[in-house]
């Protein structure tokens, strides 16, 4: 089967460029700019050689298909909130089609045979590619060297509690897995004696559950300032490969030198880190960077997730960041509950939204305000998750690579209405909003996974293949 996209604006690896891209068999095979596209003469007639798909891409970008480096899809165990099939249907229809899966669910994906059991699930449900981390205990390295380094992106570690209480708080414990794991680490950094301690001090001042408003107290800057601290010294004692998950203040981005991903080509023609010496990295979240502590008031514990959003100076602060090379990396923390779930406050309410459906058009009115440019966009969303977890052919358009593709429009208002959530959990802090840029299509693997609104649910997507 052959597909040619034709009359699209391409973004792709810093330009933005009028132009067609043929695919056959699921991979990109051309990349025929506008003033080119004589070279189309040379490869047809098409239809002679196999059948032949032609979508009109007219008025549109054409976008690498998003990787999230950080989803809760809750299956197994809590798939009353989410599961595999319902959260992969919302990553279609918000032009993801690549994403890894963290490792807190029940069973935790804590040994080889819960990460075994994950992947069956994918190959069944999953409508878009998929990989799973593996979760960090204080008593499982010994398990680390049994990890096939092809099939999964990296360890999961806790720094802090959240949920699915898998801290890891012994220094011994701390200290060998830095030490001996063979992946990257992705941490979750928060002090939990800290956040302890300011939640006897909001109970003993406001009651048993404080207003969700005093959140970013509880989970507070301080609290994620010393774990990271402590995260980035252990990365460079041991020379481990950390990235530091969901940064959300200021004072953390300090710990982060300006680490630009570059586009040197390695043997398997994937790009990577610019050199060992800078392997340390930082991801911030969609949520993150649109909402502050302020948005409680109008939203509640909707917003409330582990760590708090914070203030508009952090805010501010994390967009910078984006520019200027300290954050590599814009995830969601897909993070799914029951609407009765988040009823509550500090206390009661549970943390963590549902983001996948609309973090591409969050992102991209957030290109319109001025934050950050369409190119930058898509090195953080697509090129940058690709080259630091090394994924294999995915996460650029380029012959020879897959063809996971997104196609958004502009100027075409819409507003998130309850029918259009496709998240299990039937809700979304964003309902109500009106966005001007419309996720089109999404091609996974070359295969129409999304268009008009509608997901094509036989379709499974694949396993990614890493370094």
């Known amino acids: 089967m052959r597909t040619i996209i034709e009359g699209g604006t391409i973004v792709n690896e810093g330009r933005t460029f009028d132009g067609s891209i043929i695919i056959e068999d699921g991979t990109i095979v051309g990349l025929v700019p506008l003033d080119q596209l004589d070279l189309l003469e040379k490869l047809a ?22 990787i999230d480096d950080h989803v809760h899809f809750r299956e197994p165990g809590m798939t009353e909130k989410a599961d595999m099939d319902t959260e992969s249907r919302a990553a279609a229809a918000g032009g993801v089609t690549s994403f890894f899966d963290m490792p807190n669910t029940n069973p ?3 040994s080889l045979e819960a990460l075994e059991a ?9 409508h878009v590619n998929y990989s799973f981390f593996y979760g960090a205990t204080n008593d499982n390295v010994d398990t680390f060297p049994q990890l096939d380094i092809h099939r999964i992106p990296g360890i999961k570690l806790f720094m802090g509690s959240s949920t699915g209480n898998m801290l890891v708080d012994r220094q011994e414990a701390l200290e060998r897995i830095f030490k001996t794991t063979p992946l990257p680490l992705m941490a979750h950094c928060e002090d939990t004696s800290i956040i302890n301690r300011n939640m006897a001090v909001a109970k003993a ?22 774990s990271t601290k402590l995260a980035v010294a252990l990365a460079q004692k041991h020379h481990a490969r950390l990235h530091v998950a969901h940064l959300t203040t200021g004072k953390e981005l300090e710990l982060f030198a300006q680490n630009i991903l570059n586009n040197q080509n390695t043997p398997n023609n994937q790009n990577t880190l610019s050199s060992p ?22 939203l509640g514990a909707k917003i409330k997730c582990n760590p708090a959003i914070k203030t508009v100076k952090d805010r501010a602060a994390l967009r910078q960041a984006l520019q200027d090379g300290r954050i590599t990396v814009i995830g969601t923390d897909h993070a799914p509950h029951l609407l009765s779930q988040k009823e509550g406050g500090c206390v009661k309410a549970a943390s963590g939204m549902p983001m996948i459906q609309f973090s591409l058009v969050t992102m991209l009115e957030l290109v319109d305000e001025g934050v950050l440019s369409l190119e930058r966009l898509v090195e953080l969303m697509c090129h940058n998750p690709a080259r630091l977890f090394e994924v294999r052919d995915r996460g650029f358009i380029r012959p020879g690579y897959r063809a996971d593709l997104v196609l958004v429009r502009p100027n075409t208002p819409w507003t998130v209405t309850p029918d ?38 036989n379709y499974i997507g694949e396993e990614i293949a890493f370094r």
């Open 205 to 226: 001042q406001y009651g048993d559950d404080p207003e969700v408003t005093h959140h970013p107290e509880i989970r507070s800057e301080e609290a994620c300032y010393e």
């Open 45 to 66: 007639p098409l239809e002679e050689l196999a059948p032949l798909e032609r979508i009109n891409a007219s008025g549109c970008f054409i976008l690498p298909g998003l």
């Open 420 to 457: 259009c959530i496709l998240s299990k959990c039937g809700w979304s802090p964003m309902e109500g909003h009106t966005y001007s840029w419309r996720v089109e299509r999404t091609l996974c693997n070359g295969h129409t996974v999304y268009a008009d609104g509608n997901v094509d649910t």
């Open 108 to 110: 935790q994906t804590t």
């Open 277 to 298: 010496s800078s392997p340390i990295t930082a991801e911030a979240c969609v949520g993150h960077l649109y909402f502050t502590q302020l948005d409680h008031e109008r």
């Open 118 to 126: 994950k992947f069956a699930i994918a190959r069944q449900k999953s």
